[in-house]
């Protein structure tokens, strides 16, 4: 069963643009991860957060994690059209059990020229 | 780039035919998955190994099966392809020796079609 939960399903913004999408999810966890997956394409993981960060960055990239709320947020800054694709959240358990991760619905990003 | 392959990228095959998808790595990773997508949907995961030997079913039930006799090949098998069968399959893996130890590497993925 999917856990995550993302929010917007879809979101179509300019170039130039910050784009910024939710994931909630329902138990305790031991990390968070985001994922693109380009149309038809395998994923690429983009950024991990660990139960006891709050906020992480790479290049353009902003997650932060809210674990009283079990919620995390990404932000792309300055978007281009080349980050046109779906956005995974995906997370690990809390129970020592790192084999397998939860996914969420996936987020649709669309970057217009 | 991960180091991570499925063959064939795209299939299709009438119903009733066996089919094999075919998964490998080269990094070595002990853990790896299947994964079943529809089109703009979300992943489901059918199948998983934790290692040589060792395959466990996903939460998704599939009537698809698996084997994993050497670390890097981890093999697909549909005995008899349905329509039902239709849509893509990704392969991953990750390592347990890897720092946080569940980062998943994907292949590119198989898009079967069974007509």
């Known amino acids: 069963s999917q856990q995550g939960e993302e929010d917007p399903q879809a979101l179509s913004i300019q170039e130039g643009e910050n784009a910024t999408m939710n994931c909630s999810y329902k138990?305790?966890?031991?990390?968070l991860q985001w994922y693109r997956q380009n149309s038809g394409r395998g994923l690429v993981h983009l950024i991990l957060?660990?139960?006891n960060e709050r906020e992480k960055h790479s290049g353009r990239l902003r997650v932060t994690l809210d674990t009283s709320k079990k919620s995390s947020s990404l932000l792309i800054t300055a978007s281009r059209a080349a980050d046109t694709a779906s956005y995974f959240c995906?997370?690990?358990?809390?129970?020592?059990?790192?084999?397998?991760?939860?996914w969420g619905l996936g987020t649709s990003l669309a970057v217009n020229p | 780039e991960a180091d991570i392959y499925q063959t064939p990228r795209y299939l299709v095959i009438g119903t009733g035919k066996k089919i094999t998808l075919e998964c490998s790595q080269t990094m070595g990773h002990d853990k790896m998955y299947w994964y079943q997508q529809d089109p703009g949907m979300e992943l489901h995961l059918i199948h998983y190994?934790?290692?040589?030997?060792?395959?466990e079913k996903g939460d998704l039930s599939s009537e698809s099966t698996v084997s994993r006799i050497r670390t890097e090949h981890f093999p697909l098998t549909l005995e008899s392809a349905r329509p039902s069968h239709t849509s893509q399959y990704l392969c991953?893996?990750?390592?347990?020796?890897?720092?946080?130890?569940?980062?998943?590497?994907f292949g590119p993925g198989t898009r079967l079609t069974v007509l």
């Open positions: 138990t305790s966890i031991n990390n």
């Open positions: 995906a997370t690990a358990d809390n129970a020592g059990n790192n084999r397998k991760l939860i």
């Open positions: 957060i660990r139960s």
């Open positions: 991953a893996s990750s390592d347990t020796r890897l720092a946080g130890g569940n980062e998943q590497f």
């Open positions: 190994s934790y290692g040589v030997n060792s395959t």
